[in-house]
């Protein structure tokens, strides 16, 4: 049974620090990995998906990258804002039978001004 | 909008009584999905359906949940009996497919359905 692990829990940085989440699931047969923020009481906003056959994937201030044989996501934020105060979450989608998703419980960002 | 929709966006249900959450994914979409999040937790999957086919449905706490996607659009979670550990988020995704295109799996949140068993 996939099981996806996100560290820290929560995290509180002064605004213009950069910064790293971390993911690591416990099957590496993986199709791919995608990470979200979640506003409170509303859905969940895709921000980065990485194919399991890819290392990184960018947009914008975001960075995430994908070491699939240990089983590790990092999620870099550059040059954090205010705006960025969210929850982030990693989801795994595993490669095999109906290729069921797993996600982790997040870790609770909030940037201080 | 373009965006996956659910209804009721809240839902304050007594003990017992039979509840039913909807979704509509973006229109298009083959991959449907449902997930139950729990405060303070990442969401859980519940189950998948690929056009109206439920491919997977392990995720289901009990057989008191039921979903069904008829017509490969719109579906309807339903929660017979309703207990208070069902009080959560119920989350709907959908996604254009699946396969080596990255853009293809993405996956697309609705706002999610608030259910509150008292």
């Keep these: 049974k996939q099981e996806v692990t996100q560290i820290p829990a929560a995290l509180s940085v002064p605004e213009g620090e950069n910064l790293v ?76 039978g109906y290729q069921k998703v797993t996600f982790g419980t997040g870790t609770k960002l909030q940037v201080i001004p | 909008g373009a965006g996956v929709s659910q209804s009721p966006r809240y839902k304050v249900a007594k003990r017992g009584q039979d509840v039913a959450l909807r979704c509509d994914p973006i229109s298009g979409h083959v991959s449907l999905f449902w997930y139950q999040q729990a405060l303070g937790q990442g969401p859980e999957f519940l189950t998948y359906f690929q056009n109206e086919a439920q491919l997977d449905k392990s995720g289901l706490p009990s057989d008191r949940f039921f979903a069904e996607r008829p017509e490969g659009s719109v579906s309807t979670l339903k929660i017979q009996r309703t207990q208070q550990e069902d009080s959560a988020v119920y989350l709907c995704a959908s996604s254009l497919a699946w396969g080596e295109i990255r853009v293809a799996n993405e996956q697309f949140f609705g706002p999610g359905t608030r259910l509150t068993v008292l």
């Design chain 1, 21 to 96: 989440l971390n993911c690591s699931f416990t099957d590496s047969a993986i199709y791919n990995l995608q990470w979200f923020r979640q506003d409170p009481g509303k859905g969940l906003t895709s921000l980065l998906l990485i194919q399991s056959s890819q290392r990184e994937q960018t947009s914008g201030r975001l960075n995430a990258s994908l070491d699939k044989s240990s089983g590790r996501s990092t999620l870099y934020i550059a040059a954090s804002q205010p705006g960025d105060s969210a929850t982030y979450l990693c989801a795994v989608r595993d490669s095999g």
